[in-house]
């Protein structure tokens, strides 16, 4: 039976109350959302990764909002004041808005006026002018003279009631909850540079004077416009007019035309001004973040993924070089596993002796090992070293200039020094940079995501949410591709599903102790490893010649009885079944469904019979930028160019062109169509061919287009509404904002 928040999440995200059920169960019992997405297909009723990390995420808001309504009952039974519609009203509240704002009246809080004004017994003048009766208010307020109390005169009682009634309707929550709409819906942003700072605010000058709606504003604009609030060079205000706001609260609380009304008309303008409008504003800006840092967040694990799941060379004898002009270039020879051979340093950029010496170094290197790629870091002289290789001439060895964003950062961590303690930082980057090559998602998961040179403002969103969704995109590719038990290193081994760091040393040191494993069986003999981290973690790790031959596919083994039980029915062996199509097709799936195997979970298998652990990357392909075009100053408007996509952001894609400097096509410059999102057009890493429309020496800046001329005239109606795409593109439309600010707020903490 499905509980109230499996309900809730069910109609939310419009999948069944069954497969939300059976997911949140198998997510309390300790499952992967990778693991529940590739082999409990029967019980989520085929659910992807994307929809059960939805479902769990959702779930934990849920279960958050429970805890804090525990919390907050506590709180006021606490003070005395709980009663049984109080109670009901909390249990009810559906979001962590609402829920906050029946709080409100009753956190604890520090001396107010309204406080203050209530240890003086002014309340009942509060109440009886908030019923506005007909009455004589000065009459009354007069009576409440009390010196011992601190009134002294029937102005300062009237105005300490106006204090009571000013906190109540800014508690109120109707109030906030119209406030709350209307900032949304028609506030906007409001920024301006801080007088002096013109000059050091330049980066900011779209910003020196701008305002725009909170509903159309994206993330980009709002992330940057909060960075150069928090450097002091701009305010940054949010503001709506109060013609839209106040009537609204009128309605709510002035109830009729006499003195008594007045003075709550008083109240209420200084209710807006002094606590309401500064409270919802504070909460308004909190709320945009979010959204901003939810989409900044989803655009940085996008890159990521895309970056973590490049196509890998593959196993090569390679030759890797981290170029540099004072300090030479550190220069590595590495195994078809990424062993560390040798090591030395060239100096072609030190004049002719330099170079000669360094050709008949490569050339040494290259021969005696026998190597068969070189890569090349992209970094400082990365484009002059280029040349000078490609220019020895060497046809059987495959150059790749290679992004070595972050080399550094694990040439310095502990990672690194354990891997080589007896060599410097060059060599572990140089080390990276080949290794990256060979398999870009084996290395860069030696590094924190944040430092690998993709995404946007992420050192500016909320770090834990962006932690954690890192997390899960690196898990996610990382299971997705599968690694070999016996070479892993512990950090990719730490992202295999139902491990972790701890586990993942175990492995590495069972395998340094008893040698490479046999079969995944063997998993069980890992001190600490029980039978759920081996359910978790088994099908995805693969070992080449093992005792079993499905050791090395995606077939969990678990089902490897039932594999057994179909080759024994057609009379033929394992790898019989996977090394011949015509002898699979003998197999008649319908017989071997059963109430835990369902044909999602046997199609799967016999997709993995078919091509046992194959690669879901793409295959590599050679890539080289245009010769002599080599810095910023070489470039020219119209020139085409071959390039690849380093980064991809809300407002567009950035591209290497080989100058040191990407290039950026704008959003308005990805397709001749209309573009919403970046994604739908580019991925990281890919080969695009882009054509130079404006140059900034003294800025660094590259404009490059995407677009391609069109052969064909189009019709005058096309041509509208291609200028009318291209002004929605200039502006970045978010015209659904308003909805996702609407939705974010209900689930406002």
Not at 115 to 134: F, I, T
Not at 472 to 486: A, I, Q
Request: hydrophobic letters at 40%.
């Amino acid at each position: 039976m499905s509980t109230s928040h499996e309900i809730i999440v069910s109609k939310e995200l419009s999948i069944s109350e069954k497969q939300v059920h059976t997911t949140i169960s198998l997510l309390d019992e300790g499952a992967t959302v990778p693991f529940i997405s590739r082999y409990r297909k029967e019980l989520t009723g085929s659910l992807d990764e994307v929809q059960i990390t939805a479902i769990r995420d959702r779930m934990q808001q849920l279960r958050d909002l429970d805890k804090r309504k525990e919390a907050v009952l506590k709180s006021i039974a606490e003070q005395g004041k709980l009663t049984p519609e109080l109670e009901i009203q909390v249990k009810s509240a559906e979001t962590m808005a609402a829920l906050e704002d029946i709080y409100l009246p009753y956190k604890p809080k520090r001396k107010t006026r309204a406080s203050a004004a209530r240890e003086k017994g002014l309340q009942p003048l509060a109440d009886l002018l908030l019923s506005q009766d007909k009455l004589d208010v000065e009459s009354n307020a007069a009576s409440y003279i009390d010196a011992e109390k601190g009134v002294a005169s029937m102005e300062e009682a009237l105005a300490g009631a106006r204090d009571i009634i000013a906190e109540q309707i800014a508690e109120d929550a109707e109030v906030r909850a119209h406030a709350r709409k209307t900032l949304l819906n028609k506030g906007q942003f409001v920024s301006r540079v801080v007088p002096g700072k013109e000059e050091a605010a330049l980066k900011y000058k779209d910003y020196f004077e701008w305002s725009e709606s909170l509903k159309d504003a994206p993330s980009h604009r709002v992330l940057a416009m909060r960075r150069g609030e928090k450097e002091e060079l701009l305010y940054l205000d949010i503001d709506v007019a109060e013609t839209d706001m106040v009537p609204g609260i009128e309605k709510l609380y002035i109830k009729g035309n006499n003195d008594a009304s007045k003075q709550v008309s008083l109240a209420l303008s200084d209710s807006y001004k002094r606590l309401l409008k500064p409270s919802m504003e504070t909460e308004i800006r909190v709320l945009t973040r979010q959204k901003a840092d939810e989409e900044a967040i989803k655009v940085f694990a996008d890159n990521v993924r895309q970056l973590l799941l490049a196509a890998p060379l593959g196993q090569k004898r390679l030759l890797a070089i981290d170029p540099g002009f004072r300090t030479g270039c550190k220069t590595v020879v590495l195994d078809a596993q990424g062993n560390l051979l040798e090591n030395t340093a060239i100096f072609p950029h030190n004049g002719a002796g330099g170079q000669a010496e360094a050709e008949r170094i490569i050339k040494r290197l290259i021969s005696s090992h026998d190597i068969e790629a070189i890569a090349i870091g992209n970094g400082t002289a990365g484009r002059e070293t280029e040349d000078f290789i490609r220019k020895m001439n060497m046809p059987g060895a495959t150059i790749v200039m290679v992004n070595e964003s972050g080399a550094s950062i694990y040439s310095a961590s502990e990672v690194a020094r354990e891997e080589f303690p007896d060599h410097d930082v060059t060599v572990r980057g140089a080390v990276s940079i080949g290794r990256r090559l060979m398999d870009p998602l084996a290395e860069l998961v030696k590094i924190d995501p944040k430092s690998i040179g993709v995404g946007q403002y992420q050192h500016d969103v909320d770090q834990n949410k962006l932690q954690s969704a890192l997390d899960d995109t690196v898990m996610s590719c990382v299971n997705s591709v599968g690694v070999e038990l016996n070479t892993a290193s512990k950090q990719i081994l730490s992202y295999i599903s139902g491990l972790g760091p701890a586990l993942a040393q175990q492995i590495v040191n069972y395998r340094k102790e008893n040698g490479p494993f046999s079969s995944r069986r063997e998993l069980k003999k890992v001190p600490r490893l029980g039978d759920k981290a081996f359910e978790q973690a088994a099908g995805f790790l693969r070992i080449r010649n093992a005792d079993h031959p499905l050791d090395a596919s995606a077939v969990h083994p678990e089902r490897y009885a039932l594999v057994e039980q179909m080759a024994k029915d057609i009379n033929v062996s394992i790898q019989d079944l996977m090394k011949d199509d015509q002898v699979r097709k003998r197999v008649d799936l319908k017989k071997y469904i059963s109430d835990e195997v369902g044909l999602p979970t046997l199609n799967d298998i016999m997709a993995e019979l078919a091509k046992p652990g194959l690669d879901p990357r793409e295959k590599f392909e050679a890539f080289s930028f245009t010769e002599g075009v080599n810095k910023v100053s070489d470039l020219k408007i119209g020139m085409k160019l071959p390039g690849i996509v380093t980064n991809i952001t809300n407002f567009g894609a950035f591209v290497d062109i080989g100058v040191h400097q990407d290039g950026l096509v704008h959003l308005s410059q990805l397709a001749n169509h209309f573009v919403s999102d970046p994604h739908e057009v580019v991925k990281v890493q890919q080969q695009v061919t882009v054509t130079v429309t404006e140059v900034d020496e003294k800025r660094n800046r590259i404009s490059l287009t995407m677009k391609t001329e069109e052969k064909t005239p189009r019709k005058q109606s096309e041509k509208r509404f291609d200028k009318r795409s291209d002004k929605r593109q200039d502006r970045a439309p978010e015209t659904d904002m308003a909805a996702k600010l609407a939705a974010l707020a209900s689930k406002f903490k």
